[in-house]
């Protein structure tokens, strides 16, 4: 395995941003290099240290997916050799981890669809039998699962700053209703049949996120990743239990640790900076992530 890359550093092309994980640089005016770095972030916070050979598993397992889902939508890929477009090198730092996908302009709201209870889900329905204006039936427990996935919008989050859940009615002010319908009807399409994909692999999909971008025709297009462990919550089937936190192949190990943590005698207030995490966190994730990837693909 390479060197945990927690930042790239190319010359050879622009750098537009860095997100939470991913690194964009410009390819003309018309692509975009995105680079998944190793970085981890948990709350909306990015952790200091790495997780070794994450951005490739993320980019492996986004690209089984984009292939998997595109007879549903189209996605970002152009198909293009990421390491093409950069110097030799600088070849290294984006081999493997790296996709050169079409410059789209976002949708500003995030696809979340659930088809279990957990999370945010699970702390408003205790509140008020509902998840973003979509009232549930009485009596569910933590990570029971739904009769039928719900679509739960959110905002993005500037870096640094958390998203916000939010009703389908304050999205379709925010990107049209029209747009909004299809996104919604679209993201419950994708995680119906990729959630029965992983099923029959034995992981259950609790809850994802999708992204979406307009071409200059106004293709709605997937964009970013897909179906990751960053992106979703993975549980074993044969660990889960309505009532509940399951064990996870996703980055709820972290999260957990990050709740119980003690940083100078209180307990984080989940902002940045994030306490340091011990090299056993760093390992178990590094590894719960690949199990989902050689869970899903083999």
Known sequence: MTAALLSSSLTSLPLLARGKVRDNYAVGSDRLLMVATDRLSAFDVVMGQPIPGKGQLLTQMALFWFAHL??????????????????????????????????????????????????????????????????????????SKLTEPIFTPATKAEMGDHDENIGFERMSEIVGAVLAEKIRAV?????????????????????????????????????????????????????????????????????DWLEAAVVNGRSWNKQAPAPELPQDVIAHTANTYNEALRRLTT
């Open 70 to 143: 595109e007879h549903i939508v189209p996605n970002h890929l152009t198909g293009d050799d990421p390491e093409s477009v950069v110097a030799p090198n600088e070849r290294e730092q984006v081999r493997g981890r790296s996709m050169l996908v079409k410059r789209l302009r976002p949708v500003p709201v995030e696809a979340v669809v659930r088809g279990y209870l957990a999370g945010s889900g699970w702390k408003e329905y205790q509140q008020n039998q509902q998840v973003c204006g979509v009232a549930l039936p009485p009596g569910l427990k933590n990570a």
């Open 187 to 255: 993201s419950i399409r994708l995680y119906s049949e990729a959630a029965t994909m992983a099923l029959a692999k034995g992981i259950i999909i609790a809850d994802t996120k999708f992204e979406f971008g307009l071409d200059d025709e106004g293709t709605l297009t997937l964009m970013d990743e897909v179906l990751t462990p960053d992106s979703s919550r993975f549980w074993p089937v044969e660990g889960y239990a309505a009532g509940r936190n399951p064990p996870s192949y996703d980055k709820q190990f972290v999260r």
